[in-house]
C-alpha cells in the first residue's frame, strides 16, 4: 500500500505531500499518524528550517476527514474532532516551530481547511473547481482541529463566522480577497513557488525564524505592551546569537551571509 503521506527533504526544505488523490486526500487514521510523524520530523531534524505541504493530484489539497470510513465525526476524525493519530501529538495544538507553507493545489474543506490554517504562510492555484471552507455545520457537527479557533485570528471576524455558521464554501479568488491566502499561481507554478518561498525563509538565521514565529503566535493573547515586552526578550536572545553577527558582517562584506543557527 503507498504512503498516505510523502516526505521529502531538499536543500533544507521538506516538502510533505497528502497522498490519497483517489479519495480526494481525505484524512484517515493512516493519513492522520503520517502527517504528524512528518511535522515532527520537521520540528526535530535541524536540518530542516521550513516546510511545505501540498496534495497529491490537482482536485484536491485534503477535503477533510474520510467521513466513508464511520458514523460521522467521532469515527472519522478522532476524539472531540481531532485527527486520527497514533503519534502522540494532537494536530490542534501542533507546533512544528519552523515555518509552514500551505500550497493550495485544489479543494480544502474541513479538516484540510484546518491544516492549511495552521500554516504561517498559504498560497493558492488558479484552479476554478476549488473551494475552501468549514462545512462541519452543515453535517451536524462543527470543526474541532482548531479552525473555529485559528480563522478569526487569521482574517476578520465578520468573513470567519460566515464560514463558521454559514459552512460558506470561498472559491480560491475570494479566498485571496478575504486573505485567507496571500497569493494565486497557475497551477504547474503552485510547488515550485511554495518550495521557493521556503527556501528563502530557509536561508535566513534560524534561531530568528524561530523566535519571530514564536512571537506572531503567542502575541494574539497579549496586549501591545506585553506583546513588545516579549518581542523585547526574544530580541536580546537573538541579539547574542553568532548568526546576528555573521549578518551585518556579511552584508558590510559585500557577501552571501552563512547562517549556521548558532
Known amino acids: 500500500m503507498a504512503d498516505e503521506v510523502l516526505f521529502d527533504v531538499s536543500e533544507r526544505v521538506a516538502t510533505i505531500t497528502l497522498n490519497r488523490p483517489d479519495k480526494m486526500n481525505t484524512i484517515n487514521s493512516a493519513l492522520g499518524s503520517q502527517l504528524i510523524e512528518s511535522l515532527v520530523e520537521v520540528r526535530n531534524n535541524d536540518e530542516i528550517r521550513s516546510a511545505v505541504i501540498t496534495g497529491a493530484g490537482d ?101 470567519a463566522n460566515e464560514l463558521l455558521y454559514l459552512g460558506r464554501r470561498l472559491s480560491m479568488e475570494e479566498a485571496l480577497q478575504w486573505g485567507v491566502i496571500s497569493r494565486l499561481v497557475p497551477q504547474d507554478q503552485l510547488l515550485p513557488t511554495a518550495q521557493e518561498m521556503a527556501a528563502q525563509v530557509a536561508g535566513y538565521a534560524p534561531i530568528a525564524v524561530r523566535a519571530m514565529k514564536e512571537l506572531i503566535n503567542a502575541q494574539g493573547d497579549m496586549t501591545l505592551a506585553q506583546a513588545n515586552r516579549f518581542g523585547g526578550s526574544l530580541r536580546w536572545i537573538v541579539g547574542q546569537t553568532a548568526d546576528s553577527k555573521e549578518g551585518p558582517r556579511a552584508f558590510a562584506e559585500g557577501r552571501q551571509p552563512e547562517f549556521k543557527g548558532e
Open 59 to 159: 482536485r484536491a489539497f485534503c477535503a477533510g476527514a474520510d467521513l466513508t470510513q464511520g458514523d460521522g465525526p467521532a469515527a472519522s476524525a478522532g476524539p472531540a474532532g481531532h485527527f486520527p493519530t497514533n503519534a502522540g501529538d494532537r494536530f490542534d495544538e501542533f507546533d512544528a516551530k519552523k515555518p509552514l507553507i500551505a500550497a493550495i493545489n485544489g479543494h480544502a474543506l474541513g479538516g484540510g481547511f484546518e491544516i492549511a490554517l495552521v500554516c504561517d504562510l498559504r498560497i493558492g492555484a488558479e484552479n476554478a473547481r476549488a473551494r475552501l471552507g468549514l462545512p462541519e455545520i452543515t453535517l451536524g457537527f462543527f470543526p474541532l482541529a482548531g479552525g473555529p479557533m485559528r480563522l478569526p485570528r487569521a482574517i476578520p471576524q465578520a468573513y
